[in-house]
C-alpha cells in the first residue's frame, strides 16, 4: 500500500457509500385447487412459490418425505392433520404424471 492511500485510510476520509439492494415482490403463483390456501399458509413462510413449480415431477414418496421433514426436522408448523392435505394439492399439481393415473 502506498503512503498516499495509508494516509487516507488512517484519516478516515474514504468512505465506502452504502449499498442498497432491493429485491422485486414475491408474487407467489400455484395451480388452483383444494390445498393451495393450506401451501400458501405452510409453505410460502419459508419457501418461494419456485420452490414448488420449478421442480421435476416427483413422485407422492418424495412430497410426503419434504413434508414431514419440514414438520420433523426443521420445526415448521404443520399439524399431522395438515400433513396429507398438504401432500395431496403437492403431488396433484406438481407430482409425476405416471403415477398420479
Known sequence: M?????VWLAAGWIHAAPV???????????KPGAGSD?????CLMCHSSEY???QP???RAYW????EKMQGKYGAPIGAE??????????R???APEARK
Open 82 to 91: 395438515q400433513v396429507e392435505p398438504l401432500v395431496d394439492y403437492l403431488f
Open 64 to 67: 410426503k418425505g419434504a413434508v
Open 20 to 30: 442498497r439492494i432491493e429485491l422485486p415482490p414475491e408474487n407467489p403463483v400455484l
Open 2 to 6: 502506498t503512503a498516499g492511500i495509508a
Open 38 to 42: 393450506l401451501v400458501r399458509g405452510q
Open 93 to 95: 399439481n406438481y407430482g
Open 52 to 54: 414448488f413449480t420449478t
Open 57 to 59: 415431477p416427483l413422485p
